[in-house]
């Protein structure tokens, strides 16, 4: 039975069961911090299991696309060297949500799994387990399901802690959580291990295929476990493992979708296809990860999600050089992912040439480095050792792109241990060396248990409020007094609080008796409370005062241009560009707005032109700018684009402008697009791989820059005396003209050169049967003394020669040896030893070498002492 035949099956089963089937949710968690990806089916209703969420069914089916490849679910290590462990891998479940409890679940599984309709498993190659302390899971798995007792294995706390167990399932540190009980599948005596609570329970004999986890808990962050409002179940089974034991192969990787990948991975690296190779199955797994991860909007970078898609992608390349393939190979086994499961995942289909190009990308810049960075490690592992230094690991990652775990995996083939608390040391340092300095948020520091701050601030410019708080620094106080600095809570306010992009508001806080606070940023000290950030100028201000607290209204609006039109330039660089597009960042200020977005080239000049054109189009339309409170999935569904990485709650606030442009934002807005004036794109560039910036100018911010664009072009016309329609054609004769003159001069610095190998000729030496020249010519640049050292060891024979030049301070040093010399003197070794007495190294080939130096007074004693240095070495 093929795997999306099994997948069909279960969703089909769970269906005539009246559990509603749901789409496999994007493997970049919604709305969840305490995880990094989607490492199981549940992740997308945890907040129905907290009874945060309530949805239209009580019961639901999923295949669910996960990902296992960083924090605490981390299972890349382990890829391509056991049967079943993967990065990428589906997850098929079914869930209750306050329905049905552990009796139907018990049920249902032993219906599906047995059969003869579904899948019809032997009953005597099955064997379950369940919590320690769980009467009620082994009562029903013993009375009415009929398993006998020596086929029930209670497992307790074997993982060092309270609840710490194989049979006690929680999704991180916190959350929903409960005890469990899984299905095994015993592939017989002939595979080696044990049943699971046994000493070889690491095994393969006994592979686990399903875990119907019973949600009855949620665990805070102190570990205290809380019953849910009501009891859920959750469940999980591997589709590859499900598929190993239907498909009566031993490995998952012998599976029709993975071994289709696996071949092609043998066909791209040139090597027979075999399932006895590691390095296949590391392909194989890694071409779903990043592609999944890329068709969900991840991109390779060097932090966050986007660095473990980069470690994935680098270690499939790194498996692949290790077959022997040198050049990039990894990319064009997407078509065969896509042919494999495109149908089951759309997302495949539609972004294959998106997918394709991000990974080819990806694999000429760490092949660039591959092969030097391989070299040193293999220098770095000779003689025997048994430990990597942390130093060594650190130069890998940070000049090379290895991630440490590849060095790690390269090191764990050897058996060699990498010196990781030295690697941490190192990066530690390096990160404290760059780390930047970024806008100091005193408002982060804050320790506050008040009311909230009504924010007014869409509507109005000032509002009359009462001040909550106060803080000197971060210290709460009654009273601030005249030069103080700190922060101001209010119980309303205009002030916008920095979010989405979007800056602060600056204003001031004044008092009817005469304290005037200055705010020069606002902040939030918690989600629904702003801070005021400033310096009190005069007065004094206490808690509980009356205050007016007004914006600046000319930022403000001129933010508000920015931020409106960067909706606009998201919606236009999707329709040039590609629908691929997707935010990564951005940063709205009064000055311009700088937008961060995922693709994978340079956005050329003519596409710059539509893009503006497009914006600027809106802008004329003068489309009403209209925001409005919708549930969350009501917005999606209407079309509105939420942004990747943002936090949304329940409720969102929908901006539309038009039908051009419709997107989740808080931020604040002009109120037709008119008010935004003109717009202008002034930059465009790379922040990353994959990633690009850019930025625009609007309203006045516009017009300043046109101004000035303007003078720029009046003064060049000046200085070249040309019209600025006359310009171009100006500067092009005179980059002509100075070409020209270029090889004018190039001619001339040879004929000089000619004419001084002459001269200089007749100052060489005889040095035990070799001629030796060492002098200095006034003027010569570093190719007029390569011509020279050229001509004259043509014209002097067998002859060793070092020319130098001083300019600006500087030496400049040739050195040149003829061919039937260079085994015993070289040009490299020559060369250094003059420069080493004028402060300066260099080097070159046996027969021309270059240096340099910055000690001009030594280079008479230098150019002295070469005739003793080559008699040295003759």
């Known amino acids: 039975m093929r795997a999306a035949e099994i997948r069909q099956k279960f969703l089909a089963f769970f269906e005539s069961k009246g559990h509603q089937v749901v789409a496999s949710d994007s493997l970049i968690p919604g709305n969840d911090p305490t995880i990094m990806f989607t490492v199981a089916g549940m992740v997308q209703f945890k907040d129905v299991f907290l009874g945060f969420d309530k949805r239209s069914y009580t019961r639901a089916a999923t295949s669910q696309k996960c990902l296992r490849a960083g924090g605490k679910h981390n299972d890349l290590e382990n890829v391509g060297y056991t049967a079943r462990h993967h990065t990428f891998f589906e997850m098929l479940g079914n869930f209750s949500f306050g329905d049905y409890f552990k009796q139907d679940a018990i049920k249902y599984a032993w219906e599906f799994l047995t059969g003869e ?75 080696a291990g044990g049943p699971p609570g046994s000493p070889d329970e690491d095994g393969d004999r006994f592979m686990e295929i399903w875990n119907n986890v019973f949600m009855q808990f949620n665990r805070d962050e102190a570990g205290v476990l809380h019953p849910l409002p009501k009891p859920s179940v959750d469940t999980g089974m591997g589709l590859e493992r499900l598929s190993t034991v239907l498909q009566h192969v031993k490995s998952n990787y012998e599976t029709d979708q993975l071994a289709a990948l696996v071949r092609a991975a043998a066909r791209e690296t040139g090597v027979p296809y075999s399932q006895d190779v590691p390095s296949l199955k590391v392909i194989a797994d890694h071409i779903r990860a990043c592609s999944f991860l890329i068709a969900d909007g991840v991109l390779p970078s060097n932090e966050g999600r986007g660095y473990v898609l980069r470690r994935i992608a680098r270690r499939a390349v790194r498996h692949g050089y290790k077959l022997g393939q040198k050049q990039p190979f990894f990319h064009r086994i997407v078509a065969d992912l896509v042919g494999e499961m495109g149908e089951a995942y759309p997302q495949l289909v539609e972004g294959q040439a998106r997918i394709t190009s991000a990974l080819k990308l990806e694999e000429e810049q760490f092949g660039r480095t591959l092969e030097t960075g391989m070299n ?216 311009r707005t700088r937008f961060d977005f995922a693709h994978p080239q340079a956005v050329s000049a003519e596409e710059i032109a539509r893009i503006e054109a497009l914006v600027n189009r809106e802008i004329a339309a003068n489309h009403p700018v209209s925001a409005a409170i919708m549930k969350q999935d009501d917005a999606l569904k209407a079309g509105a684009m939420a942004l990747f990485g943002e936090k949304y709650g329940d409720e969102v606030r929908v901006l539309k402008m038009g039908e051009f442009s419709t997107e989740l934002c808080g931020g604040t807005h002009v109120q037709r697009t008119g008010d935004i004036g003109f717009f202008k794109i002034v930059a465009e560039g790379g922040v990353a791989a994959g990633i690009r910036r850019v930025e625009a100018v609007t309203g006045e911010g516009a017009l300043a820059w046109a101004q000035a664009a303007e003078r720029e072009l009046k003064a060049a016309g000046s200085l070249v005396q040309a019209q600025p329609g006359e310009l171009v054609s100006k500067l092009e004769r005179l980059q002509a003209e100075q070409k020209a003159l270029e090889k004018e001069l190039a001619r001339l610095k040879g004929k000089l050169a000619a004419s001084a190998g002459d001269s200089l000729a007749d100052q060489a030496i005889d040095v035990s049967g070799v001629k030796v020249l060492a002098a200095s010519v006034e003027g010569a640049d570093n190719n ?36 039937d010399l260079t085994g015993s003197v070289k040009a490299g070794e020559l060369v250094n030893s003059v420069a080493a007495k004028v402060g300066g190294k260099g080097g070159g080939r046996p027969d021309m070498a270059m240096a340099g130096g910055t000690s001009p007074a030594g280079l008479p004693d230098a150019l002295a002492g070469v005739a003793d240095w080559v008699k040295a070495k003759l």
């Open 784 to 819: 007029a003394l390569r011509e020279m050292v050229d001509k004259l060891k043509d014209k002097l024979g067998r002859a060793a020669i070092v020319l130098a030049s001083v300019a600006d301070g500087k030496v400049a040093l040739v050195a040149g040896v003829t061919a």
């Open 117 to 191: 309709q579904w899948l019809a498993l032997p009953k005597d190659k099955l064997l379950v387990t369940v919590y320690a302390s769980d009467d009620e899971a082994y009562e029903l798995w013993h009375r009415e399901v009929g398993l006998p007792a020596e086929r029930i294995i209670r497992i307790g706390d074997n993982k060092g802690a309270p609840y710490a167990s194989d049979n006690f399932w929680t999704m991180g540190d916190t959350g929903p959580c409960g005890p469990c009980t899984e299905i095994f599948y015993d592939h017989g005596p002939d595979v």
């Open 376 to 591: 040193l490690l293999e220098k770095a592992l000779e003689g025997g050792k048994t430990v990597l230094d942390g130093k060594t690991a650190f130069l890998l990652h940070s000049t090379y792109g290895f991630p440490v775990d590849l060095t790690a995996d390269v090191c764990r083939e050897r058996g060699i241990e990498v010196d990781l608390a030295g690697y941490e040391r190192e990066l530690g340092e390096e990160q404290e060396r760059g780390r930047a300095a970024g806008k100091f948020n005193a408002a982060a520091g804050v320790e506050y248990g008040g009311a909230d701050t009504a924010f007014e601030g869409y509507a109005k410019t000032s509002v009359e409020a009462r001040v909550l708080a106060l803080y000197r620094g971060n210290e709460p106080v009654q009273a601030l007094a005249a030069g103080d600095e700190g922060i101001v809570v209010l119980d309303a306010t205009a002030f916008y609080a920095e979010g989405g992009g979007q800056v602060g508001d600056t204003g001031e806080i004044a008092a009817a008796d005469g304290a005037l606070f200055e705010v020069t940023d606002t902040q939030k000290v918690k989600a629904a409370v702003f801070g005021h950030q400033g310096r009190l100028r005069q007065g004094s201000l206490a808690v509980g005062q009356l205050v007016s607290a007004r914006i600046d209204e000319g930022k403000r609006l001129a933010t508000a241009r920015n931020h409106s039109a960067t909706h606009l330039l998201h919606a236009a660089l999707r329709a040039v560009l590609g629908t691929h597009v997707s935010q990564k960042g951005s940063l709205v200020n009064a000055e």
